[in-house]
């Protein structure tokens, strides 16, 4: 199956917001901040103003009524007790800074040159506050305050509880209880952010080309904001160059004030992050401490968790609870948890805002649990996959009420799963009980370090609200489908167009999608959570289905032939067992839309239909990730050697693009588990804004994925379908430590920490056998 | 206004003359005054590879370079690989092109350009590599969505090379 | 980041003091200087030009402010720097001891907040080149030192 979008990329031709280019259009350029936490004393744009080919120059103060925080994006779920202090981004900075890369002002000129020229020449007087870096100092008496309004650098605190941990825990054979460290990481989509606006003072109409997962909702907002009606403005996401999350946060301050500008200057106004504002002013993810505790019986039966983390939220928090809730969610996994007790604090620092990237706190609370059941079964002696085996939810068990609040509001409820076969298969794959019978021993008596990870998880995909889809039959029986979730590369054009094509009884390449054009499809939200598939994708199924119908009309006045007896195949619709009585759709799309003559009353024009799709709740997607590493105990580095994936996200629509998007998935999880890791220093001065010092994983980093599906469908949409998005960098940090603590055994070390580095294990590997360079083994 | 200079190239066999600035990067001459978006630009530090364009046959990052410096020189963007620019069809796909689509090497396709580019020369060197040389001539362009599995399974296809074995669980070396 | 060593001046403690002290002196030997005025009693301004690895060179206005002098045995600095690829604040301390063979020893010690683009891009650089810089920087106070005690100044 080819992908009816490839060869618009391969050849160039694929439009990104970048690419835009307008007769007389201008360039912006950010004047950023270069302290995390400071007083704006006095920003002095004057000499920037007097350089030639400098068109304007904004701070705080030009702003006017603008100037306002952006909206809360994500309230919080309804959790009794739960404290939330809502703090949002600001389009320009005042009074202080509270990170590093913040804007400060904006620099509008006839090329992003001389816009950057310009930057030079903005004076800032801002006086060093001390930064609030570390997530536990932040909460210390006394510490700085990141919002001064506030009592401290609380964000928000929450608890939830299912069932009597502490009861569980008294009757428990043993506790096991850690410290776990997940460190931040960069989304790193290879295209930066961008946005370009133009006004037509003709149509009075805004355009707006925005590397946007949501154009719908930035549609609306930039509406009301400018005081424009929603139809007056156009929000175009192209293609968009990867979104992994951040590229849903809004409004990010750029997204806020270029269209602004465009409409107070009346000329097309670009801006293009480049990479090191990419690495400031993009949101991050990953900052969590947790201290968990597991409660368990001598046969390895899971009795409870209590877990209690530090969630990094950054400067800011307008995206609600989603990450630490979806941590706090997800740790319970495919198990039968019977207690449980969480609680998370987020915590106001001086870096740069937070908000979900691909796995969005998910891999958090998978690692935690896995690592837990990994330490769980080394005490009791039970192995690894036995262990997991135990707990795992059965059948009969669906669906599987959690008893808590999921990020979307709605009780985490399991929809469907069958999760022993996955993990039999995985296992059956990867050759675990060959490998740790036979294989194992004889290369540990070789003298190699070779060892296997097994980790479970469940992924919480495809939420609500809505997603909408109209289907168009064209007089030359081409298809056009147009639904309002912006797509970053997962192959929506092609899946979207397979489901339609699928009804229709068309070829595949004959249904044109487009999407992420709010001229076309102006409701909706956005592309985030795993959900295009499954929320957009049910509502291209129900629009088809419209259209089928109503083809069916068409057709059965025209053939005169009873509606059950007609079929849909090739772009024809047949009486069936009567092959000479075909008719095309384009034929019948006309007919449908006649110039002439009376129509029977209530009929509407054409074949076209549109059709919108709200899920209950959320579908449950799972799987098991298993990996052979090899450490060099000498120099920390580790080669993966095998990878397999067993993946269940219910029916799939086609498997190629399930496959990419695991294997894409695994590789952005190697990397946040071994290369990837924003390095802050104590004043939260973040040390390596580049390539060259934040490293991506490269071709030679990331091994083959081997996967293989299962398919639980979902009983919550027509399709049967889960979301995969985000599935192949969920578990990769559990699974990775697993495996390289299994192959360092003889040196016991013991990981509790992601991202890991060569260093980092190499530390590790010292300490743990206190040993001279490379450590030496304890036995 | 700083002074302009005359930078004159071939770009994708059809020669061009224009006056730029002399720090007017390679990637923005062609992006910006030609017109050729296909080059993508990700990190302006030489890192991720997306611009990587043929100067004379040989890959090059034209976020690296001024467009003055090809002065005199002949590059081939991504615009110049299929014959016709890849109209219709993929019978106007340039072959690693049409193996790209064929082995789904590609999601969001922004890095793509520069892959491509980057492997025109390394397959005209190697014209049948085996798959650590592949990931080796790979290992200077970064892709977020794909995880490189299909990008190498399209070389493959391209040189024509057999299958894969299926991965053997022996960890022989 | 902490900047700290020893140093060997091939001349008497009173002279090298007094070059410290002299802003015509370190306009000349220090890295990158390209203006250093006295601006008070105890206060030097000026701008330096620097750059660190794959960040351009740019300037950099700088403020330094002596403090707790102990003539001709110990100072301690306050550094502020700022431009458009960021900004350097700190402090500084140094001492200077007599060497039996009528040199000099000095030792200096700093740390230095180093924020902005010199620290987002350039951090893997920054100690070599801040280490560099003052190396640089006192040697060629004492190529002037000798040159001053051989009966001339060195330009």
Excluded at chain 1, 239 to 256: A, D, H, R, S, T
Aim: hydrophobic share 40%; with cysteine; proline share 6%.
């Amino acid at each position: 199956m080819r992908r009816n979008e490839d060869a618009r990329l391969l050849t160039g031709r694929a439009l990104f917001v970048d690419d835009v280019q307008v007769e007389g259009m201008l360039h912006v350029a950010f004047l950023r901040s270069q302290h995390a936490h400071a007083c704006l004393r006095t920003v002095d744009v004057a000499a920037a103003r007097r350089r030639p080919g400098v068109v304007a120059v904004y701070t705080a103060a030009d702003l006017g009524d603008y100037w306002r925080p952006g909206p809360l994006l994500v309230p919080p779920p309804p959790i009794a007790g739960l404290v939330f202090n809502a703090c949002t981004q600001l389009p320009l900075a005042r009074d202080k800074v509270r990170h590093v890369g913040e804007p400060i002002a904006m620099v509008v000129a006839e090329s992003r040159y001389l816009a950057e020229d310009a930057l030079d020449d903005v004076m800032v007087d801002a006086e060093p506050l001390a930064a609030v870096v570390d997530v536990e100092a932040a909460l210390a008496p006394g510490a700085p305050l990141v919002h001064d309004h506030l009592p401290s650098n609380v964000a928000a605190h929450v608890v939830q509880r299912k069932g009597d941990y502490g009861r569980a825990r008294a009757g428990a054979h043993a506790t096991i209880r850690r410290r776990f460290r997940y460190d931040r990481g960069a989304s790193a989509a290879i295209e930066n952010r961008a946005v370009a606006a133009q006004w037509d003072p003709r149509a009075e109409e805004l355009t707006v080309w925005d590397t946007t997962q949501a154009p719908i909702p930035i549609r609306n907002g930039l509406a009301s904001l400018l005081g424009l009606l929603e139809s007056q403005v156009r929000v175009i996401a192209p293609f968009v160059g990867g979104g992994f999350g951040p590229k849903i946060m809004m409004f990010y301050p750029e997204e806020l004030l270029v269209p602004w500008a465009a409409l107070r200057l009346g000329r097309p106004v670009k801006w293009t992050e480049d990479r090191q504002e990419n690495f400031y002013a993009t949101t991050q993810e990953r900052g969590q401490v947790h201290d968990a505790e597991l409660a368990i019986a001598r046969d390895g039966k899971i009795l409870g968790v209590r877990d209690v983390f530090l969630h990094d939220t950054g400067a800011y928090d307008p995206y609600g609870l989603t990450v630490p809730i979806n941590s706090q969610c997800t740790l319970l996994g495919p198990y039968d948890v019977p207690t449980y007790e969480s609680e998370f604090t987020a915590v106001f620092t001086n870096k740069t805002i937070v908000t979900p990237v691909r796995g969005a706190g998910r891999q958090h609370g998978v690692f935690v649990m896995e690592r837990l059941l990994d330490f769980a079964a080394a005490e009791l002696g039970i192995d690894r996959a036995e262990i997991r085996r135990r707990n795992l939810l059965r059948p009969e068990q669906f669906p599987h009420n959690h008893e808590i609040i999921f990020q979307d509001s709605a009780p985490l409820v399991y929809d469907s799963g069958d999760y022993a076969p996955a993990l039999d298969e995985a296992l059956r794959i990867i050759g675990y009980e060959r490998f740790v019978r036979d294989e194992q021993p004889r290369l540990r008596a070789a003298g190699r370090h070779v060892g296997i990870g097994v980790v479970c998880y469940v992924e919480g995909t495809g939420i609500g609200p809505y997603e909408g889809a109209r289907v168009t039959v064209e007089p030359s029986g081409r298809v056009r489908v147009a639904t309002g979730v912006g797509t970053q590369g997962q192959g929506h054009f092609t899946a979207f167009a397979q489901i339609v094509a699928e009804v229709l009884g068309v070829d595949v390449e004959r249904v044109h999608v487009i999407t992420g054009d709010t001229r076309e499809f102006h409701w909706g939200t956005g592309t985030f959570a795993s959900r295009g598939a499954v929320v957009a994708g049910s509502a291209c199924h129900a629009a088809a289905l419209a259209v089928r119908e109503r083809i069916l009309d068409v057709a059965s006045r025209h053939l005169e032939a009873a509606k059950q007896d007609l079929e849909l195949a090739d772009g024809h619709v047949r009486v069936r067992g009567a092959p000479d009585s075909a008719v095309s759709l384009g034929e019948l799309a006309l007919k449908a839309n006649p110039l002439r003559g009376a129509v029977r009353p209530g009929t509407e024009p054409g074949l076209e239909a549109t059709a919108y799709f709200g899920p209950a709740r959320g579908s449950t997607a799972n799987g098991v990730h298993a990996a052979i590493v090899e450490v060099d105990p000498e120099t920390a580095l580790v080669e993966v050697r095998r990878y397999v994936v067993v993946h269940d996200s219910g029916r799939v629509i086609n498997p190629l693009l399930v496959d990419g998007q695991i294997q894409g998935g695994v590789a952005h999880g190697i990397g946040n588990a071994f290369y990837e890791q924003l390095v802050y220093d104590e004043n939260g001065q973040l040390l390596n804004a580049s390539f060259m010092d934040y490293l991506l994983p490269t071709a030679t980093d990331v091994p083959p994925v081997e996967t293989a599906h299962r398919e639980t469908p979902s009983p919550l949409n027509p399709l049967g379908v889960k979301g995969v998005g985000e599935a192949g960098a969920i578990p990769t940090g559990a699974a990775f430590a697993q495996a390289v603590e299994d192959a360092l055994s003889d040196y016991g070390v013991e990981i509790t920490e992601i991202p890991l580095s060569p260093n980092r294990l190499f530390e590790l590997i010292t300490q743990a056998g206190r040993g001279g360079a490379g450590g030496r083994p304890k036995r | 206004m700083k002074d302009r200079v005359a930078a004159q190239m071939t770009v994708n066999g059809v020669p061009c003359e224009r006056a730029v600035e002399p720090r007017l990067l390679l990637s923005d001459f062609l992006r910006y005054e030609l017109g050729l978006t296909g080059t993508h630009v990700g990190c302006e530090h030489g890192v991720c590879g997306a611009c990587t364009v043929l100067l004379d046959g040989e890959a090059v990052r034209s976020c690296l370079m001024f467009a003055i410096q090809a002065d005199g020189h002949e590059v081939t963007t991504v615009e110049g690989l299929a014959p016709d620019g890849g109209g219709a069809g993929s019978e106007s796909l340039h072959p690693l092109q049409a193996a790209f689509r064929e082995a789904h090497a590609l999601q969001c396709g922004f890095c793509t350009p520069g892959i491509l580019m980057t492997l025109v020369p390394f397959l005209r060197d190697h014209p049948s590599p085996n798959e650590r040389e592949i990931r080796e001539a790979l290992s200077g362009n970064l892709c977020r969505c794909t995880g490189y599995q299909n990008i190498v399974a399209a070389v493959k296809l391209a040189c024509d090379a057999p299958p894969p074995p299926p991965p053997s669980p022996s960890l022989r070396r | 980041m902490i900047v700290e060593g020893t140093f060997t001046f091939q001349g008497p403690r009173e002279t090298v003091w007094e070059l410290l002290q002299n802003p015509d002196v370190l306009v000349k030997v220090l890295p990158g200087a390209k203006r250093l005025v006295r601006a008070g009693e105890d206060r030097f301004d000026g701008v330096m030009q620097v750059g660190v690895g794959p960040v351009t060179a740019a300037e950099f206005t700088v403020s330094v402010m002596l403090k707790d002098k102990v003539p001709p045995q110990y100072y301690a600095m306050e550094v502020d720097s700022k431009g458009t690829l960021g900004f350097t604040r700190g402090s500084a301390r140094v001492a200077l001891e007599v060497l039996a063979d009528g040199g000099t020893l000095m030792k200096y010690t700093a740390e230095l907040q180093v924020g902005g683009k010199i620290a987002g891009v350039g951090q893997r650089l920054l100690d070599q080149v801040a280490k560099l810089m003052t190396r640089q920087g006192l040697e060629a106070l004492n190529k002037e030192l000798r040159a001053r005690l051989a009966g001339g100044s060195s330009r």
